[in-house]
């Protein structure tokens, strides 16, 4: 019913920089929260940053001043710019979105993932 594809991954030297992107299509009528979580090697997911319908953004602490989410509504896609890189942060990142299907119900959608690599 939903898809929800990211995008803009890759391998980056430490002290660069990435925009991801994640659209989602299908039987939408609106989407709720959106999320990038990311997940390294043998670590458990984590939620890197989160937008909400109305724009209210929160970061994980170790993000915070360095990756900025942002939502285009119109295009249901979400991003994820992040800068200053740093080894640490290799991992694949995925979106999370909630969303309202065209029948008013709602649910969770996620990506297949991204992989985001730092090179020292």
């Known amino acids: 019913q939903v898809q929800v594809v990211e995008s803009g991954g890759g391998l980056v030297q430490a002290g660069g920089s990435l925009r991801l992107s994640c659209a989602a299509s299908?039987?939408?009528?609106?989407?709720?929260?959106m999320d990038w979580y990311r997940q390294a090697p043998g670590k458990q997911r984590e939620l890197v940053a989160a937008?909400?319908?109305?724009?209210?953004?929160n970061y994980a602490d170790s993000v915070k001043g360095l990756f900025t989410i942002s939502r285009y509504n119109a295009k249901n896609t979400v991003y994820l710019h992040m800068t200053r890189l740093k080894p640490g942060d290799t991992a694949v990142y995925y979106c999370?979105?909630?969303?309202?299907?065209?029948?008013?119900?709602?649910?969770?959608?996620w990506g297949q993932g991204t992989q985001v690599t730092v090179s020292s």
């Open positions: 999370d979105d909630l969303v309202v299907l065209t029948t008013l119900s709602e649910d969770s959608y």
């Open positions: 937008i909400t319908s109305g724009g209210s953004t």
């Open positions: 299908g039987n939408i009528f609106r989407i709720n929260g």
